[in-house]
């Protein structure tokens, strides 16, 4: 998998909402799983569509008058792509600077020592 380029919160906001569904979504779909405070107009959900699409992110396929929409690239997969690209960008490829980072950033005890076994397992295999 090559780098996947970072999304605009809008459209990272729509992503979203398309890997939580697990399966194809149309436009109405997105509408209604928006909350009150960022709901968004019926047009501009398809621009943000168009965008993903032209970017890579989904696929479309047309039935009938609706248009269904697939993720290409998964949550993961974007994930891994942002988490390499804050890892050798912002922390400079430190572990030290990542470490940081992640303490500060309102981590809580249990998710630390959930990362902590994490790391012990990958150590393992």
């Known amino acids: 998998m090559g780098e ?4 605009p919160e809008g459209e990272l906001a729509i992503m979203q909402i398309i890997w939580d569904k697990g399966s194809a979504v149309s ?3 997105i509408e209604s799983a928006m909350d009150e405070k960022s709901r968004l107009m019926p047009s501009t959900i398809l621009t943000q569509l168009s965008r993903l699409t032209e970017k890579g992110f989904l696929s479309l396929e047309k039935h009938g008058r ?3 929409f697939t993720p290409l690239v998964t949550r993961e997969e974007y994930l891994a792509s ?3 690209s804050f ?3 912002l922390c400079s490829g430190r572990v030290d600077l990542f470490a940081a980072a992640l303490t500060h950033s309102g981590i809580s005890k249990e998710e630390l020592s959930q990362l902590r076994k ?3 397992m990958d150590r393992e295999e």
């Open 4 to 7: 996947i380029r970072r999304l």
């Open 87 to 89: 890892f050798r960008e």
């Open 82 to 84: 942002q988490g390499k």
């Open 27 to 29: 436009r109405a779909d």
């Open 66 to 68: 609706t248009n269904l």
């Open 118 to 120: 994490m790391l012990d």
